[in-house]
């Protein structure tokens, strides 16, 4: 009987507090899944829909389209004909079964746990005598194993399974059901594909879609079992050399196998498969210290992120290959940022930060957090947007309540995709949110003034001997952590935090020290990147300015307090100038949040297309969202039978303007001629019915960036 | 032995000089390819190219690739196993055959006939006994007549075998051997779909890529035979009712499967498809008094250029679909235009202007024809463009010249794609180019001022019972026609032009009378929308101003001259505001030539991305391209870790500028505070090494419309 069945004792429930998914060599550890117990607000209302909706919805559609009937299918040898799903569709099973084992190792919800079991009982029944587990090679009727390495997904898939049991491993320990599949699965896929294996000589010895370099490279880790760190490290050695037999009019650059990983400059081609190599590549550049592959990684993302990343945090700019675009190719209307992406990107960052303690990592992680992860779920966590586009033009289609819906497209969130990717994605990113909150870093002795920290600290450096707390992502909640092994019942190892705020709402952090350990705490503040104006007040009350970066708060004490402040008031976001497809526009955020426009919140008779921001009068917040001023300008009419462009008269004179620089406006129209126009939080359009949106707004009167020309 | 392998007879040679590809019921007809003699300048070196190199540099493609292979395999029996090409390489073969039936019938080239001829053979030995015609499906370890109407193309590649055949009609007449293989093939078709056939009782009926419909109309006019055009008309009615099984991820709408024809508003979905599909729907409507049909085409028309078609008159604005986009989505650097849409788009427009009359349609094409057709080969005629995005971000890569690329991307020609449509789509469109240069429209008795003349008239009304000559391209040569069906060898019955111009370059259009016929006869002149200055110079010397339109010069003496100036001075070109994609920039034409500035033709060590064009000074003419004012501006660095988006201070300045309104350059950069850059003509981009371009350039002040506010 497996410990999901069972009583969790102290030590399983000290456990489970502890796990989480990444935990690589080096001095920063994240926090557990149970160190922290969020107090409702933004995170922990989505984490309780995700329980209580998402993750049975999941369920319940895999089970009606027969995705889980196809591990019973293999298990009665009935293989053959028909098969649901497409040829990945197990590793939505695993997702889901990763999300359940978070969930229950947070919670230790016994219902979770059974349902999880009764899920795990059917995935074991499916596995071949020697390991091999999936529902559409292998078995009579069906392709042969590893037959199309370029679209098959067969590793990829079992690399969803390795990640479900490092849940495990991590929440329940060995001894588990799942965890002996997973270890079956991997030592197959080591026989296969290790050094003397597929993929020797030169011959395609990789999968299609990374994924199994992540699940290989962490159940290495989880299980101590160096075998698998090898392979993770031989698939991302073999990738980029032509080795993969093209998919119909794809360029090897689709599934990164165009350059080799320590070789390339920039992220490119389908984006999913693109983080998630190289999150499995932090993974085994961490773990053998490979720093030229780790640096290769950093240099990535560097300019992935400065020219190929949307201001939500969102990937992918092409529907074409669901993929990146070139540098500055960032159409906001064919946005693809596939909600797999984001969380992919989340999974990238994080190692990054744990494996450098850069504050950049954990901006984006908040941006993608915000924009993308967030944006995805309706708020009943039934229905999911597929990709997350930047501007809307025409009004959402209705979606099909009761069907599959087509990916990606029609504006609106959809209970369930043919290719049904993010729900499960986001409900295991959901499930363990708290890992990526905060991370203890130990301060080695004679050190002072943590390495890492390029903030300032409120009350000198940091203690020699002692431990770093950074907080890296804000909700108000109870932080309970070991600072060491020491279990929870001996005294003089715990650190309790009680955080208070109303964070993205409001910029103030509350933190309280409700417990401290027998050894020196330093408490690391993140003050991200766009707080051009925040402050810190000590624990002797006296306030500081801080810059963006890691801020130092004090050594802690019993009941100190620290408060951070940050300007959330809205503020007018401009594209680099060289983000063509955004020129002449701005946009509105309001501390992590990226603000919307959405036609809902237009006057009758007012279209998106008319409205001009004027960005000389200062938006103002209102509830989550923003209020701005704008005019309304009239349209040209049509019937000129030619394409959309014409004359404008020599030197096309700018939009007229009132001495002021505030627009003048159509006077006919009937519309104020100037308005105020509400805009919400990016992640929360599409809510309220079919409409059409835009997060940039053109301008009244189109200005570049001031630093454009000087 | 047909009449390819013999000497031509007066009356064969007469038949294949009134030879044209569109001959629908109605008062106009198209020129005939052997009517016009071009006298080199812009058509007459394309034609020639195409003639000289395409033709055969097509042909020796498809033999080394196996598409020729293909029919010879059918022939001996020897199908099965893998099979080169796509399903539907055959259509390749039969456009090449559309050309140089075209090339024959205007040059009568003896080689160029046999040639086509030893193609024919091959072809015809690969027909069923039945018609069917297919390399495909249908034979010995192939997949089963029309088991794929979704995605298998029969019909379509039947569609370009008919297209093919009324070439040959209409040169050779009906006894030909290529015309004996589509008589069958279309047999087989009416056998198959017709009203009792497939498709019957709401059953899928049709192909999933549109274009018998098109070849099914004109075969049935060229042979009188109403059997093909009533197929055609159930083809184009079967339409859009959803009964084609979906392709993957695709949506109805891709294969135009979702709306009715004549119910649709807009373009929608692969655009090739789209709009074959109209050509065939207007054939359609043409020959059956279908006027329902035909207003819904015109509608269609309408928006889809209003809103859906860039300024090059390129269509497909997706690359996922090869598709439209929404109203106003027309990005620059992933605009597809694919230059088999182009040549569609003028099949389509050429139709709509012989029902007509309307000015618009005349100008479209000419659009289309400059900067999309032109555009696609490379000087040699042996490279091509498949896809014409009007930004290129990064310098095109060197492109394999002895292997088949893939489609689309890049930047540079490629001697041959994996879907190699668009070289012989052009070489077709160029052998036949004469035919779309001017129309011919008997004037009812009693009527006065052509009905369709939307211009003004030099020298009075069209005089009653004559004729009017239509000139709906300009072209240096020498026009000669018959205005009735007298033989030539009759006197009277002869009208004959000298066009002397050096159009596109120069502006100046002059018209002499070389014969007349013995009735009234009208010239008519158009004058594009984009001639806001244009003069017409009449026999009598009397120079009058014309606006855009038609402009109808005089009846016609011998030995008269009429002169028309068109205002081809460089132009700026501003978008519609809804255009988001290239807000804040301009174009700037030149005559009917879209020009691009090219990274070739910056000083060195300026980045495209730093030029900002001077809307204040106006374009001054070079060569066929022009010369801008621009500065030059720095550019952001990089290193802040962040997606490129960021504060620019409360109101977001508007770029500086002097009280003139020129732009303030940077001033420490080592290049000239105000520079001249040199634009050249879209169509010739991309000829002198990779590099980087764009046709919308940033202005040194962004500036709207001036219409936009008022």
Request: with cysteine; aromatic share 6%.
């Amino acid at each position: 009987m497996t410990e999901h069945h069972s009583t969790r004792t102290v030590a399983s429930r000290l456990r489970a507090a502890r796990a989480r998914p990444v935990v690589p060599r080096g001095p920063r550890r994240g926090l557990g899944v149970g160190e922290l117990r969020l107090d409702g607000g933004f995170w922990g209302a989505l984490q309780e829909t995700n329980a209580g909706a998402t993750l049975q919805h999941c369920l319940d559609w895999m089970e009606q389209l027969g995705w889980l009937g196809n591990f019973d299918r293999v298990a009665e040898g009935a293989t053959g004909g028909e098969r649901p799903g497409w040829q990945f569709s197990d590793s939505e099973v695993y997702k889901l079964l990763e999300a359940l084992a978070w969930e229950y190792g947070r919670t230790g919800d016994p219902a979770t746990g059974a349902l999880l079991g009764k899920v795990v009982d059917r995935v074991a029944a499916a596995q071949d005598e020697d390991g091999y587990l999936n529902t559409c090679f292998g078995h009579a009727g069906q392709a042969g194993r590893y037959t199309d390495l370029s679209a098959g997904h067969e590793l990829y898939v079992t690399g969803h399974l390795l990640q479900a049991a490092v849940a495990r491993v991590r929440t329940v320990g060995e001894d588990d059901a799942l965890v002996d599949v997973a270890r079956r699965a991997a030592d197959h896929v080591c026989r296969e594909f290790g050094a003397d294996g597929r993929g020797a000589d030169g011959q395609a010895g990789i999968c299609g879609h990374p994924e199994i370099e992540v699940g290989l490279a962490e159940l290495g880790r989880a299980l101590d079992e160096p075998r698998y760190t090898e392979q993770a490290r031989l698939f991302v050695e073999r990738r980029g050399r032509g080795t993969l037999a093209p998919i119909a009019l794809l360029s090897p650059a689709y599934f990164q196998d165009d350059v080799p990983v320590r070789d390339a400059d920039v992220w490119r081609g389908h984006a999913v498969r693109a983080l998630y190599l190289a999150a499995g590549a932090v993974d085994v550049a961490v773990d053998t210290q490979d720093d030229d592959l780790r640096a290769a990684v950093e240099r990535q993302w560097t300019r992935s992120v400065e020219r190929r990343t949307y201001l939500t945090g969102g990937m992918g700019s092409r529907h074409q290959d669901e993929g990146f675009g070139d540098d500055w190719e960032l159409p906001p209307d064919r946005a693809y940022c596939e909600t797999c992406a984001g969380v992919a990107s989340v999974m990238v960052s994080w190692r990054l930060l744990l494996a450098t303690g850069e504050v950049r990592y954990a901006d984006l992680i908040e941006r993608t957090l915000y924009n993308v992860v967030a944006t995805s779920p309706r708020a009943d966590g039934r229905a999911f947007f597929y990709a997350n586009p930047l501007q809307q033009r025409e009004p959402g289609a209705d979606v099909r309540p009761d069907a599959v819906n087509p990916r990606a497209e029609g504006g609106v969130r959809a209970p369930w995709f043919d290719v049904s990717c993010c729900p499960t994605n986001v409900a295991r990113t959901l499930a363990s949110w708290q890992a990526y909150a905060a991370f203890v870093e130990e301060v080695p002795g004679g050190s002072s003034g943590g390495g890492s920290s390029d903030g300032v600290a409120v009350d000198g450096g940091t203690a020699d001997g002692g431990v770093v707390v950074s907080l890296a992502q804000y909700a108000a909640g109870d932080l309970q952590l070991s600072v060491d092994d020491r279990d929870p019942g001996q005294p003089g190892g715990e650190l309790a935090l009680r955080v208070t705020t109303e964070y993205p709402h409001d910029g103030r952090i509350r933190v309280e020290v409700t417990a401290v350990p027998d050894r020196p705490v330093t408490l690391r503040l993140r003050v991200p990147h766009w707080a051009d104006s925040a402050t810190l007040t000590g624990p002797d009350g006296t306030t500081i300015a801080v810059r963006p970066g890691w801020a130092d708060a004090a050594t802690l004490a019993l009941g100190d307090v620290v408060t951070l402040d940050l300007p959330v008031a809205p503020r007018l976001t401009w594209p680099d100038p060289r983000v063509d497809a955004v020129r002449g526009t701005v946009a509105v955020e309001r501390g992590p949040l990226v603000l919307a426009l959405e036609s809902v919140d237009l006057p009758d008779g007012v279209l998106l297309d008319q409205v001009r921001l004027d960005p000389a009068v200062a938006p103002r917040a209102q509830g989550d969202g923003a209020v701005v001023r704008a005019a309304v300008v009239p349209l040209p009419g049509g019937g000129a039978g030619t394409p959309p462009f014409g004359p404008g008269g020599p030197g096309g004179a700018p939009e007229p303007t009132s001495d002021t620089g505030a627009p003048t406006p159509a006077s006919d129209t009937g519309v104020p001629a100037a308005l105020d126009l509400t805009l919400v939080p990016y992640h929360r359009w599409a809510e309220r019915g079919p409409s059409t949106m835009r997060v940039f707004v053109p301008t009244a009167r189109p200005t570049a960036r001031p630093e454009e020309i000087r």
